[in-house]
């Protein structure tokens, strides 16, 4: 089993950034691929950016990339969301999530955290 604990999340203007992190606890011996997603009112969850366990592969939704950077740092069990220029329409809870494989479905993720509030205005 995995913890994953999701912080930083707030009130934003647009225009303007957040950091999220999330900590993972429990069986972190394993490599595993981090992602986040995010789900809006109304909305599917949706795929936001994932990261290899090395760090070396990278992947962004087209809608994010070039504003969101993922990272991790492995020896603290926690993986990060730079999130900049942000927009209303980023307004949505962020997961993150844990994977055996890197992939970029949410069905393809076994661990999952609560959630933060990432709210943006205009």
């Known amino acids: 089993q995995v913890q994953l604990v999701e912080s930083g999340g707030g009130l934003v203007q647009a225009g303007g950034s957040l950091r999220l992190s999330c900590a993972a606890s429990?069986?972190?011996?394993?490599?595993?691929?981090m992602g986040w997603f995010r789900q809006a009112p109304g909305k599917e969850r949706e795929f936001v950016a994932d990261?290899?366990?090395?760090?070396?592969?990278?992947y962004y939704a087209d809608s994010v990339k070039d504003r969101f950077t993922i990272s991790r740092d492995n020896a603290k069990n926690t993986v990060y969301l730079q999130m900049n220029s942000l927009k209303p329409e980023d307004t949505a809870v962020y997961y993150c999530?844990?994977?055996?494989?890197?992939?970029?479905?949410?069905?393809?993720?076994?661990?999952w955290g609560q959630g933060t509030q990432v709210t943006v205005s205009s």
């Open positions: 999530a844990a994977s055996l494989v890197l992939v970029h479905t949410a069905g393809g993720y076994d661990y």
């Open positions: 429990g069986r972190t011996k394993s490599n595993y691929a």
């Open positions: 990261i290899s366990w090395s760090g070396i592969m990278v």
